[in-house]
């Protein structure tokens, strides 16, 4: 029994003398150790000789750094131990423990006062001695529960406990940490090579500092750490251990039975950003910390490493972010902002002194005296070459006998030496066990796994008899471990040695056979009927791998596994894990790829969600696939929804031509449409015909769009039709008509809004809410009407602080409220936040209207050559992408700085550009000059 000597300590001994009256035999400190010198020794083999720990949860016993139970409790889950938390007064539960539920005992007692609820201790004591004998499970009631079920956390004890042993140094870090904490910089990386002690240091900061309330550990063999799905949701449930309020806010969703289902950005959003940002706190800064990015990467792509750069900055003030990885060119890149700070740097960490001081502490009893002590902790560092597992291990095997420091000048060198000696030592001793016939097998599947595999499966996988296989797990268990039920090797680069022919020489890996192993044994259970979780998750993976492509094909063309693997992964994880397979298999046969394009399977997935393509950005994923020759060479799809898919596919990858073409075809075949289709389809062949400069037929459209959707009560196809008819009418100088469309696009919006009932598909409209407004905005600051300008971008900023999205529409939001500022005559301001705010901008469209706006402002202050630049650099995006009214504008003010750009092949045939162009030119004349 583990807890605090403190006001509760009463209620300790009480239920310590009932359990004993029951027949448990307790062992507690108090009573056991009686002042011994060796305190840590005693409290291990209290734990070592006890099935359960009984933790009481009270401030005294469990606060970070300095809880005296912490360390109990760490120890106890290391060896496997059972536990029994019971919280005993309001308190944040130690993160290691955080997905047990605990046996509620507040509230019975009042230090202090002549209180106690005896009925309510006796029921709860009756709960733990229930759970003590087996008779029943800890309760899953509660809140906490019913969140540890939806969102599903992932277990990080295995990994915590593991590296928290024998951990040492890092002052130096640990200090800069302090610092880091108490700056305004809100993301701290540290970098580091493999086995320099990343992950070692991590599991030991969260576990003795309260500023750290959720880890994630990533993993390079586990798809499931991997997920940026799974990662957002294990975080936001240790978040809600620490944090109450933030845990009220999570019981107040709607949708968290279905959080699988959404992209991960708005998953972010929805579990972090918007919760966080309704919790009004002050205070200390609260940490979460992500470990080992850089294994969270998958066939070149790291969608946490987005979400971090993309999404981080939405949370509030107080929540900051701790990152650990090694030096990687794409994290470089996607982290471009953030300087990484080096573990190897000698501001930031003393690593060689560490490494000898580790040596030293773990040696004491071993290392020879006097001088010689000296030379031999120099050799080890040496040795080392500044990788912390390279000690570790060289410390076990001392300890073991198998390495002696008599022979220091032996010892291998780095970690290549390590697993090139271990390896050596094993296999040249064992008598029974041949490497190439009972261990390359098994390696072999170890080696291609993308998730750890339970040893029993490990075993049927690679086809080694079962006592063989016990024989090979007991032989290689120091480097290969047991984890949670499944071998994993040590570290990453033990894998990464093993695969590399010229490293590993004779004890070398083929990959490509483990995936065929794999592979092999899945397409068997197939067959039978008996798919699990992992081969549903991971079967095409695996056939790709071993180069098999018609096998490959036909999974992928079976619609019940694809509608499996939806059920088991959620719609947004499954198509975008079948978008990197059509991807890799394109790489190896096009001709494949189509075969999957014409199945039975992807045709039901592209017109089932054809929405959720559009509205997730994965048609251009489509592209990278080779959709586009699939198209060339076929006749499409025949359903309804199939072809209004093409279409948008075609409209989103900017071949606007093609799009018409598809969309008048689906009109004069006849088809039966929706109104909701025809409406949908009118308003895309208006916008294609808009980017072209065709006005008339783009407003026929528009119109066509907004009669169906009208007679039909279609309010957001109405709405969207509505605004595209403003923006026509705003270009053609009808100002009255502009006003008057847009006034109806956000009235019929906000019809549908008042209407829609799913969470997510309100912020949606929100959202666009928020776009039509500042749409409303632009038209009257075109018109000089700026009276009325400020009510409609106050309504959007009001939209955005609440919603906290910061898509491509708030990007709009900003550079059409540098654009207002620009009429204001803050030239300065507006020249200096479009210089920073366009790097917020992905698409060409928005970057050409910063420097536009940059430009006019550099023209009013008199800086000719900086307009001239922003001119040009807002033509030439412009013109990349057909948007010619935007390149015209350019064009216009080019000619403010007395230098002639050419006009686009459209400005000679339409009246319509020839008066926005002239309207353009008198507006920006019309702005006052500033000083």
């Given at each position: 029994m583990?807890?605090?000597?403190?006001?509760?300590?009463?209620?300790?001994?009480?239920?310590?003398?009932?359990?004993?009256?029951?027949?448990?035999?307790?062992?507690?400190?108090?009573?056991?150790?009686?002042?011994?010198?060796?305190?840590?020794?005693?409290i291990?083999?209290?734990?070592?000789?006890s099935?359960?720990?009984?933790?009481?949860?009270?401030?005294?016993?469990?606060?970070?750094?300095?809880?005296?139970?912490?360390?109990?409790?760490?120890?106890?889950?290391?060896?496997?131990?059972?536990?029994?938390?019971?919280?005993?007064?309001?308190?944040?539960?130690?993160?290691?423990?955080?997905?047990?539920?605990?046996?509620?005992?507040?509230?019975?007692?009042?230090?202090?006062?002549?209180?106690?609820?005896?009925?309510?201790?006796?029921?709860?004591k009756?709960?733990?001695?229930?759970?003590?004998?087996?008779?029943?499970t800890?309760?899953?009631?509660?809140?906490?529960?019913?969140?540890?079920?939806?969102?599903?956390?992932?277990?990080?004890?295995?990994?915590?406990?593991?590296?928290?042993?024998?951990?040492?140094?890092?002052?130096?870090?640990?200090?800069?940490?302090?610092?880091?904490?108490?700056?305004?910089?809100?993301?701290?990386?540290?970098?580091?090579?493999?086995?320099?002690?990343?992950?070692?240091?991590?599991?030991?900061?969260?576990?003795?500092?309260g500023?750290?309330?959720?880890?994630?550990?990533?993993?390079?063999?586990?798809?499931?750490?991997?997920?940026?799905?799974?990662?957002?949701?294990?975080?936001?449930?240790?978040?809600?251990?620490?944090?109450?309020?933030?845990?009220?806010?999570?019981?107040?969703?709607?949708?968290?039975?279905?959080?699988?289902?959404?992209?991960?950005?708005?998953?972010?959003?929805?579990?972090?950003?918007?919760?966080?940002?309704?919790?009004?706190?002050?205070?200390d800064?609260?940490?979460?910390?992500?470990?080992?990015?850089?294994?969270?990467?998958?066939d070149?792509?790291?969608?946490?490493?987005?979400?971090?750069?993309?999404?981080?900055?939405?949370?509030?003030?107080?929540?900051?972010?701790?990152?650990?990885?090694?030096?990687?060119?794409?994290?470089?890149?996607?982290?471009?902002?953030?300087?990484?700070?080096?573990?190897?740097?000698?501001?930031?960490?003393?690593?060689?002194?560490?490494?000898?001081?580790?040596?030293?502490?773990?040696?004491?009893?071993?290392?020879?005296?006097?001088?010689?002590?000296?030379?031999?902790?120099?050799?080890?560092?040496?040795?080392?070459?500044?990788?912390?597992?390279?000690?570790?291990?060289?410390?076990?095997?001392?300890?073991?006998?198998?390495?002696?420091?008599d022979?220091?000048?032996?010892?291998?060198?780095?970690?290549?030496?390590?697993?090139?000696?271990?390896?050596?030592?094993?296999?040249?001793?064992?008598?029974?066990v041949?490497?190439?016939?009972?261990?390359?097998p098994?390696?072999?599947?170890?080696?291609?796994?993308?998730?750890?595999?339970?040893?029993?499966?490990?075993?049927?996988?690679?086809?080694?008899?079962?006592?063989d296989?016990?024989?090979?797990?007991?032989?290689?268990?120091?480097?290969?471990?047991?984890?949670?039920?499944?071998?994993?090797?040590?570290?990453?680069?033990?894998?990464?040695?093993?695969?590399?022919?010229?490293?590993s020489?004779?004890?070398?890996?083929?990959?490509?056979?483990?995936?065929?192993?794999?592979?092999?044994?899945?397409?068997?259970?197939?067959?039978?009927?008996?798919?699990?979780?992992?081969?549903?998750?991971?079967?095409?993976?695996?056939?790709?791998?071993?180069?098999?492509?018609?096998?490959?094909?036909?999974?992928?063309?079976?619609?019940?596994?694809?509608?499996?693997?939806?059920?088991?992964?959620?719609?947004?994880?499954?198509?975008?894990?079948?978008?990197?397979?059509?991807?890799?298999?394109?790489?190896?046969?096009?001709?494949?790829?189509?075969?999957?394009?014409?199945?039975?399977?992807?045709?039901?997935?592209f017109?089932?969600?054809?929405?959720?393509?559009?509205?997730?950005?994965?048609?251009?994923g489509?592209?990278?696939c080779?959709f586009?020759?699939?198209?060339?060479?076929?006749?499409?799809?025949?359903?309804?929804?199939?072809?209004?898919?093409?279409?948008?596919?075609?409209?989103?990858?900017?071949?606007?031509?093609?799009?018409?073409?598809?969309?008048?075809?689906?009109?004069?075949?006849?088809?039966?449409?929706?109104?909701?289709?025809?409406?949908?389809?009118?308003?895309?062949?208006?916008?294609?015909?808009?980017?072209?400069?065709?006005?008339?037929?783009?407003?026929?459209?528009?119109?066509?769009?907004?009669?169906?959707?009208?007679?039909?009560?279609?309010?957001?196809?109405?709405?969207?039709?509505?605004?595209?008819?403003?923006?026509?009418?705003?270009?053609?100088?009808?100002?009255?008509?502009?006003?008057?469309?847009?006034?109806?696009?956000?009235?019929?919006?906000?019809?549908?809004?008042?209407?829609?009932?799913?969470?997510?598909?309100?912020?949606?409209?929100?959202?666009?809410?928020?776009?039509?407004?500042?749409?409303?905005?632009?038209?009257?600051?075109?018109?000089?009407?700026?009276?009325?300008?400020?009510?409609?971008?106050a309504?959007?900023?009001?939209?955005?602080?609440?919603?906290?999205?910061?898509?491509?529409?708030?990007?709009?939001?900003?550079?059409?409220?540098?654009?207002?500022?620009?009429?204001?005559?803050?030239?300065?301001?507006?020249?200096?936040?479009?210089?920073?705010?366009?790097?917020?901008?992905?698409?060409?469209?928005?970057?050409?209207?910063?420097?536009?706006?940059?430009?006019?402002?550099?023209?009013?202050?008199?800086?000719?050559?900086?307009?001239?630049?922003?001119?040009?650099?807002?033509?030439?995006?412009?013109?990349?992408?057909?948007?010619?009214?935007?390149?015209?504008e350019?064009?216009?003010?080019?000619?403010?700085?007395?230098?002639?750009?050419?006009?686009?092949?459209?400005?000679?045939?339409?009246?319509?550009?020839?008066?926005?162009?002239?309207?353009?030119?008198?507006?920006?004349?019309?702005?006052?000059?500033?000083?």
């Amino acid at each position: 029994m583990s807890y605090g000597h403190d006001e509760y300590e009463n209620v300790a001994r009480r239920l310590k003398r009932d359990l004993e009256a029951e027949g448990f035999d307790i062992w507690v400190d108090k009573d056991q150790i009686k002042g011994t010198s060796d305190w840590e020794a005693s409290i291990e083999r209290g734990i070592s000789s006890s099935d359960w720990l009984v933790l009481m949860m009270t401030e005294h016993s469990v606060r970070r750094p300095d809880g005296v139970c912490l360390d109990e409790v760490s120890y106890a889950r290391f060896l496997g131990k059972s536990i029994a938390p019971i919280m005993v007064q309001e308190v944040k539960p130690p993160l290691c423990i955080a997905r047990i539920q605990w046996i509620d005992m507040k509230g019975f007692l009042v230090p202090g006062k002549a209180f106690f609820d005896e009925d309510t201790y006796q029921k709860r004591k009756d709960e733990l001695l229930s759970i003590l004998r087996g008779v029943q499970t800890l309760s899953v009631e509660g809140e906490q529960e019913s969140l540890r079920q939806r969102l599903n956390p992932l277990d990080n004890d295995v990994y915590s406990e593991h590296f928290t042993k024998g951990f040492y140094g890092r002052k130096e870090l640990f200090r800069h940490y302090d610092e880091w904490l108490r700056s305004n910089k809100r993301v701290l990386w540290l970098v580091g090579d493999a086995g320099i002690g990343k992950t070692a240091f991590i599991a030991n900061l969260s576990t003795v500092r309260g500023d750290i309330q959720a880890v994630h550990f990533c993993r390079y063999n586990d798809n499931e750490r991997a997920n940026p799905k799974r990662a957002i949701m294990s975080i936001a449930y240790y978040l809600s251990t620490q944090i109450p309020e933030y845990r009220q806010r999570l019981m107040e969703l709607r949708d968290l039975d279905s959080l699988i289902e959404k992209s991960t950005e708005r998953l972010f959003e929805y579990l972090i950003v918007e919760p966080l940002n309704r919790i009004e706190r002050a205070g200390d800064a609260v940490v979460i910390v992500i470990d080992a990015l850089d294994e969270a990467t998958v066939d070149g792509r790291n969608e946490l490493a987005d979400i971090i750069a993309r999404q981080f900055e939405k949370t509030p003030a107080w929540m900051k972010l701790l990152v650990t990885s090694r030096r990687e060119a794409l994290l470089e890149r996607k982290l471009a902002k953030i300087r990484p700070v080096d573990f190897a740097d000698a501001r930031y960490n003393d690593n060689l002194a560490d490494i000898r001081g580790f040596f030293s502490e773990q040696l004491a009893d071993t290392l020879p005296a006097g001088k010689g002590r000296g030379y031999v902790l120099d050799r080890l560092v040496s040795k080392s070459e500044g990788i912390f597992l390279y000690a570790k291990t060289i410390v076990d095997e001392i300890r073991s006998g198998q390495l002696t420091l008599d022979r220091i000048d032996d010892f291998p060198e780095g970690l290549t030496g390590v697993y090139l000696d271990y390896f050596d030592r094993i296999f040249e001793a064992s008598q029974e066990v041949s490497y190439k016939r009972d261990v390359r097998p098994i390696m072999e599947v170890l080696c291609a796994t993308c998730a750890p595999m339970p040893a029993k499966v490990l075993c049927e996988v690679s086809g080694v008899d079962e006592y063989d296989f016990a024989d090979v797990c007991e032989l290689i268990c120091e480097m290969f471990p047991v984890r949670g039920g499944a071998l994993e090797p040590i570290h990453k680069s033990l894998v990464d040695w093993l695969v590399d022919a010229r490293r590993s020489g004779v004890y070398r890996v083929s990959a490509r056979r483990g995936h065929t192993k794999i592979a092999d044994h899945y397409l068997s259970a197939r067959d039978r009927g008996r798919l699990d979780t992992y081969a549903v998750r991971y079967l095409c993976t695996h056939l790709l791998r071993s180069g098999r492509v018609d096998e490959v094909v036909e999974v992928m063309n079976d619609l019940a596994f694809e509608r499996r693997r939806i059920k088991v992964m959620g719609l947004d994880s499954a198509v975008r894990g079948l978008l990197l397979e059509l991807e890799e298999l394109r790489a190896q046969d096009d001709d494949g790829v189509e075969a999957v394009f014409r199945g039975e399977a992807f045709s039901y997935l592209f017109a089932r969600y054809r929405r959720f393509f559009y509205n997730s950005g994965l048609y251009f994923g489509l592209r990278t696939c080779g959709f586009d020759r699939f198209l060339d060479r076929s006749s499409g799809y025949s359903t309804n929804d199939g072809k209004i898919g093409i279409a948008y596919y075609y409209y989103i990858t900017e071949n606007f031509d093609r799009a018409i073409a598809a969309s008048e075809s689906i009109f004069s075949s006849g088809a039966r449409l929706s109104p909701s289709e025809a409406a949908e389809l009118h308003n895309l062949v208006g916008l294609c015909y808009r980017k072209g400069v065709d006005f008339k037929k783009s407003k026929d459209h528009f119109e066509l769009a907004r009669d169906v959707a009208e007679r039909s009560g279609i309010y957001y196809d109405l709405s969207t039709a509505e605004a595209n008819l403003a923006k026509i009418a705003y270009h053609e100088l009808d100002w009255t008509s502009a006003g008057m469309w847009n006034e109806k696009a956000i009235t019929d919006l906000e019809r549908e809004l008042a209407a829609a009932t799913d969470e997510d598909y309100r912020i949606s409209l929100e959202l666009f809410v928020a776009e039509y407004h500042r749409l409303s905005a632009e038209c009257l600051i075109w018109n000089y009407d700026l009276e009325h300008v400020d009510e409609h971008l106050a309504r959007a900023e009001e939209i955005y602080g609440r919603v906290q999205s910061r898509d491509r529409y708030y990007v709009r939001f900003l550079y059409t409220c540098e654009f207002r500022d620009v009429l204001a005559g803050k030239f300065e301001d507006v020249c200096e936040d479009c210089e920073l705010l366009i790097h917020q901008a992905t698409s060409s469209y928005d970057k050409s209207q910063f420097y536009f706006y940059r430009g006019i402002a550099a023209l009013k202050l008199g800086r000719r050559e900086e307009c001239l630049e922003c001119a040009k650099a807002a033509y030439g995006l412009a013109r990349s992408i057909g948007a010619w009214l935007e390149m015209e504008e350019a064009v216009a003010l080019a000619g403010e700085a007395a230098v002639g750009l050419e006009h686009s092949e459209h400005f000679a045939s339409s009246v319509t550009i020839q008066n926005w162009v002239r309207h353009a030119v008198s507006f920006i004349e019309s702005i006052p000059r500033g000083v």
